[in-house]
Protein backbone atom coordinates (compact mmCIF):
# COMPACT_ATOMS: atom_id res chain seq x y z
CA UNK A 1 0.00 0.00 0.00
CA UNK A 2 1.17 3.65 -0.58
CA UNK A 3 1.69 6.31 2.03
CA UNK A 4 0.78 9.55 1.39
CA UNK A 5 4.10 12.19 1.94
CA UNK A 6 2.54 14.08 5.24
CA UNK A 7 2.97 9.96 6.79
CA UNK A 8 6.14 9.49 5.24
CA UNK A 9 7.58 13.18 6.50
CA UNK A 10 5.75 12.23 10.26
CA UNK A 11 7.09 8.71 10.07
CA UNK A 12 3.50 7.78 11.11
CA UNK A 13 0.76 6.13 9.76
CA UNK A 14 -3.12 7.53 9.88
CA UNK A 15 -5.64 5.82 11.44
CA UNK A 16 -7.24 5.10 8.13
CA UNK A 17 -4.00 3.37 7.02
CA UNK A 18 -2.92 1.42 10.48
CA UNK A 19 -7.11 -0.03 9.76
CA UNK A 20 -6.57 -0.37 6.26
CA UNK A 21 -2.86 -2.46 6.82
CA UNK A 22 -4.36 -4.73 9.81
CA UNK A 23 -7.43 -5.77 7.37
CA UNK A 24 -4.77 -6.51 4.34
CA UNK A 25 -2.10 -8.19 6.58
CA UNK A 26 -5.55 -10.43 8.03
CA UNK A 27 -7.04 -10.99 5.09
CA UNK A 28 -4.42 -11.92 2.80
CA UNK A 29 -1.71 -12.83 5.27
CA UNK A 30 0.83 -9.92 4.23
CA UNK A 31 0.68 -6.22 4.04
CA UNK A 32 3.64 -3.89 1.99
CA UNK A 33 4.16 -0.35 3.36
CA UNK A 34 5.68 0.63 -0.31
CA UNK A 35 9.03 3.26 -0.38
CA UNK A 36 9.30 4.17 3.86
CA UNK A 37 12.18 4.68 4.32
CA UNK A 38 15.22 7.19 2.80
CA UNK A 39 17.31 6.02 0.24
CA UNK A 40 20.62 7.69 1.90
CA UNK A 41 19.88 5.47 5.08
CA UNK A 42 18.69 2.29 3.18
CA UNK A 43 22.44 2.38 1.28
CA UNK A 44 24.12 2.99 4.72
CA UNK A 45 22.46 -0.33 5.92
CA UNK A 46 23.47 -2.40 3.01
CA UNK A 47 26.66 -1.30 3.47
CA UNK A 48 27.05 -2.30 6.74
CA UNK A 49 24.93 -5.61 5.92
CA UNK A 50 27.17 -6.50 3.27
CA UNK A 51 30.52 -6.16 5.30
CA UNK A 52 28.64 -8.66 7.99
CA UNK A 53 27.59 -11.50 4.99
CA UNK A 54 31.12 -11.03 3.30
CA UNK A 55 32.84 -11.95 6.70
CA UNK A 56 30.16 -15.18 7.20
CA UNK A 57 30.69 -16.57 3.94
CA UNK A 58 34.36 -15.53 3.11
CA UNK A 59 35.31 -19.07 3.64
CA UNK A 60 32.14 -20.68 3.65
CA UNK A 61 31.45 -21.00 0.51
CA UNK A 62 29.75 -24.59 0.42
CA UNK A 63 27.29 -23.11 3.18
CA UNK A 64 25.68 -20.76 1.47
CA UNK A 65 25.85 -23.22 -2.21
CA UNK A 66 24.60 -26.16 -0.18
CA UNK A 67 21.89 -23.26 0.67
CA UNK A 68 20.76 -22.48 -2.91
CA UNK A 69 22.84 -19.32 -3.20
CA UNK A 70 20.32 -18.16 -0.50
CA UNK A 71 22.08 -16.91 2.60
CA UNK A 72 21.70 -14.50 5.62
CA UNK A 73 23.66 -13.52 9.31
CA UNK A 74 22.75 -12.83 12.38
CA UNK A 75 23.43 -8.93 12.99
CA UNK A 76 25.47 -7.62 16.22
CA UNK A 77 23.27 -5.70 18.87
CA UNK A 78 25.42 -1.89 17.71
CA UNK A 79 25.25 1.04 15.57
CA UNK A 80 23.85 1.17 12.86
CA UNK A 81 22.10 -2.43 13.80
CA UNK A 82 19.54 -1.08 16.58
CA UNK A 83 18.72 1.95 14.45
CA UNK A 84 15.49 2.88 15.85
CA UNK A 85 13.70 2.80 12.62
CA UNK A 86 14.62 -0.66 12.35
CA UNK A 87 13.98 -1.97 16.16
CA UNK A 88 11.37 0.14 17.28
CA UNK A 89 9.68 1.67 13.81
CA UNK A 90 6.70 4.02 14.58
CA UNK A 91 4.49 2.37 11.49
CA UNK A 92 5.54 -0.94 12.12
CA UNK A 93 4.70 -0.92 16.02
CA UNK A 94 1.32 0.67 15.25
CA UNK A 95 0.35 -1.99 12.45
CA UNK A 96 1.70 -4.98 15.16
CA UNK A 97 -0.31 -2.87 18.45
CA UNK A 98 -3.60 -3.33 16.17
CA UNK A 99 -2.81 -7.09 14.64
CA UNK A 100 -1.09 -8.58 18.27
CA UNK A 101 -2.31 -6.38 20.95
CA UNK A 102 -0.27 -3.45 22.88
CA UNK A 103 1.84 -6.41 25.00
CA UNK A 104 3.09 -7.83 21.73
CA UNK A 105 6.85 -8.39 22.37
CA UNK A 106 10.25 -9.42 19.83
CA UNK A 107 13.39 -11.10 19.80
CA UNK A 108 17.02 -9.84 19.10
CA UNK A 109 19.33 -10.64 17.89
CA UNK A 110 17.37 -9.94 14.55
CA UNK A 111 19.21 -11.03 10.75
CA UNK A 112 19.37 -10.53 7.36
CA UNK A 113 18.14 -12.71 4.55
CA UNK A 114 19.98 -12.55 1.50
CA UNK A 115 19.65 -14.33 -2.33
CA UNK A 116 23.09 -14.14 -4.43
CA UNK A 117 23.44 -14.12 -7.84
CA UNK A 118 22.88 -17.75 -9.09
CA UNK A 119 20.27 -18.31 -6.29
CA UNK A 120 17.85 -21.35 -7.15
CA UNK A 121 14.19 -21.25 -6.14
CA UNK A 122 13.24 -22.25 -2.54
CA UNK A 123 10.70 -24.87 -1.82
CA UNK A 124 7.45 -23.66 -0.80
CA UNK A 125 6.90 -23.20 2.80
CA UNK A 126 5.32 -21.37 5.89
CA UNK A 127 8.00 -20.11 8.87
CA UNK A 128 5.69 -21.03 11.29
CA UNK A 129 2.59 -23.84 11.59
CA UNK A 130 -0.38 -23.33 12.99
CA UNK A 131 -0.96 -23.88 17.00
CA UNK A 132 -3.58 -25.67 16.65
CA UNK A 133 -3.62 -27.80 13.48
CA UNK A 134 -6.18 -30.17 14.87
CA UNK A 135 -8.72 -27.45 14.62
CA UNK A 136 -10.08 -26.35 10.95
CA UNK A 137 -11.06 -23.38 11.62
CA UNK A 138 -7.21 -21.04 11.66
CA UNK A 139 -6.83 -18.85 14.82
CA UNK A 140 -5.86 -15.40 15.05
CA UNK A 141 -2.33 -14.03 14.01
CA UNK A 142 0.49 -14.78 16.72
CA UNK A 143 3.75 -14.36 14.95
CA UNK A 144 4.69 -11.60 12.61
CA UNK A 145 7.68 -11.27 10.63
CA UNK A 146 8.85 -7.75 9.60
CA UNK A 147 10.83 -7.19 6.68
CA UNK A 148 13.02 -4.22 5.68
CA UNK A 149 14.11 -4.38 1.32
CA UNK A 150 17.60 -3.14 1.50
CA UNK A 151 17.43 -3.51 -2.82
CA UNK A 152 14.25 -3.05 -4.94
CA UNK A 153 12.79 -6.49 -5.13
CA UNK A 154 12.27 -7.41 -8.94
CA UNK A 155 11.09 -10.53 -10.97
CA UNK A 156 14.90 -10.46 -12.11
CA UNK A 157 16.90 -10.47 -8.55
CA UNK A 158 13.82 -13.05 -7.28
CA UNK A 159 11.55 -11.06 -5.18
CA UNK A 160 9.86 -13.32 -2.56
CA UNK A 161 7.01 -15.48 -4.29
CA UNK A 162 3.75 -15.36 -1.53
CA UNK A 163 0.27 -17.39 -1.69
CA UNK A 164 -1.98 -14.78 -0.43
CA UNK A 165 -4.62 -15.58 2.13
CA UNK A 166 -3.28 -19.23 2.39
CA UNK A 167 -2.24 -18.46 6.40
CA UNK A 168 -5.54 -19.42 6.58
CA UNK A 169 -5.43 -22.79 5.26
CA UNK A 170 -4.87 -25.67 8.65
CA UNK A 171 -1.81 -27.67 7.49
CA UNK A 172 -3.43 -30.90 5.92
CA UNK A 173 -0.78 -33.42 6.71
CA UNK A 174 1.16 -34.82 9.68
CA UNK A 175 3.69 -33.95 7.16
CA UNK A 176 3.13 -30.25 6.45
CA UNK A 177 2.66 -29.74 10.39
CA UNK A 178 6.27 -31.04 11.10
CA UNK A 179 8.23 -29.75 8.16
CA UNK A 180 6.37 -27.05 7.06
CA UNK A 181 6.82 -27.62 3.48
CA UNK A 182 3.88 -27.40 1.15
CA UNK A 183 3.43 -30.03 -1.08
CA UNK A 184 2.42 -28.98 -4.97
CA UNK A 185 -0.47 -30.59 -5.22
CA UNK A 186 -1.42 -28.05 -2.62
CA UNK A 187 0.08 -24.91 -3.89
CA UNK A 188 0.36 -25.36 -7.93
CA UNK A 189 -3.32 -24.35 -8.44
CA UNK A 190 -3.42 -21.90 -5.77
CA UNK A 191 -2.36 -17.86 -7.16
CA UNK A 192 0.70 -16.21 -6.20
CA UNK A 193 2.28 -12.95 -6.69
CA UNK A 194 5.98 -11.84 -6.01
CA UNK A 195 6.68 -8.97 -3.63
CA UNK A 196 7.47 -6.68 -6.24
CA UNK A 197 8.83 -3.62 -4.34
CA UNK A 198 11.48 -0.52 -4.15
CA UNK A 199 14.21 -0.62 -1.56
CA UNK A 200 13.28 1.22 1.99
CA UNK A 201 9.59 -1.03 1.68
CA UNK A 202 8.26 -2.61 4.58
CA UNK A 203 6.58 -5.96 5.12
CA UNK A 204 4.72 -7.24 7.63
CA UNK A 205 3.50 -10.98 7.36
CA UNK A 206 1.73 -13.50 9.32
CA UNK A 207 4.53 -15.97 9.16
CA UNK A 208 1.99 -19.38 8.60
CA UNK A 209 1.86 -17.66 5.36
CA UNK A 210 2.96 -19.82 2.09
CA UNK A 211 6.25 -18.08 -0.05
CA UNK A 212 9.45 -18.99 -1.47
CA UNK A 213 12.93 -17.14 -2.33
CA UNK A 214 13.35 -17.19 -5.96
CA UNK A 215 15.99 -17.12 -8.61
CA UNK A 216 18.20 -13.96 -8.36
CA UNK A 217 19.63 -13.67 -12.29
CA UNK A 218 21.24 -10.66 -11.57
CA UNK A 219 24.74 -10.26 -10.90
CA UNK A 220 23.74 -8.28 -7.54
CA UNK A 221 23.30 -9.56 -3.86
CA UNK A 222 19.56 -8.83 -3.30
CA UNK A 223 18.78 -7.83 0.79
CA UNK A 224 16.16 -7.45 3.39
CA UNK A 225 15.88 -6.72 7.13
CA UNK A 226 14.07 -10.07 9.20
CA UNK A 227 12.64 -9.49 12.56
CA UNK A 228 9.60 -11.69 14.71
CA UNK A 229 7.51 -10.69 17.17
CA UNK A 230 5.09 -12.48 18.76
CA UNK A 231 1.33 -11.95 20.35
CA UNK A 232 1.76 -12.18 24.50
CA UNK A 233 1.38 -15.21 25.96
CA UNK A 234 2.82 -16.60 23.43
CA UNK A 235 6.22 -18.50 24.57
CA UNK A 236 8.26 -20.18 21.45
CA UNK A 237 10.75 -22.61 22.68
CA UNK A 238 13.50 -21.09 20.52
CA UNK A 239 13.16 -17.79 22.01
CA UNK A 240 16.72 -16.25 22.30
CA UNK A 241 17.08 -12.41 23.89
CA UNK A 242 20.41 -12.64 23.16
CA UNK A 243 20.93 -9.09 24.85
CA UNK A 244 23.55 -8.03 27.49
CA UNK A 245 23.07 -5.30 30.10
CA UNK A 246 25.83 -3.64 28.09
CA UNK A 247 23.53 -3.71 25.21
CA UNK A 248 20.59 -2.78 26.45
CA UNK A 249 21.56 0.48 28.16
CA UNK A 250 21.78 1.22 24.24
CA UNK A 251 18.36 1.10 23.68
CA UNK A 252 15.33 3.78 24.46
CA UNK A 253 12.65 2.48 26.96
CA UNK A 254 10.38 1.48 24.32
CA UNK A 255 12.73 -1.03 22.50
CA UNK A 256 13.99 -2.29 26.46
CA UNK A 257 10.17 -2.85 26.92
CA UNK A 258 9.39 -4.21 23.03
CA UNK A 259 12.72 -7.01 23.20
CA UNK A 260 11.51 -7.57 27.55
CA UNK A 261 12.12 -11.14 27.34
CA UNK A 262 15.67 -12.58 27.87
CA UNK A 263 17.37 -15.78 29.22
Not at 152 to 166: C, K, L, Q, Y
Not at 181 to 209: C, F, H, K, N, W
Not at 225 to 235: E, G, P, S
Amino acid sequence: MKLSIDEKVAGKLTQKSVGLATHILKNEGFVVLEEVLPETWVNTLRSAVCTELDAKYENCADELKRAGNHGGVQLPLQNPFIDPLIIENPMIFQVLRSVLGERFFGCLPYGCNAAYPGSNKQNVHRDSGHIFPEVQTPMPPVLIAANIALDDFTIENGATEIWPASHTRVDSSPIEVATLRIPPEQYSDQPSVQTLMSAGSIVLRDMRTWHRGMPNSTNRLRTMLAIVYYRQYFMPDNLSNQISAEELDLFSERSKWIYRLRQ
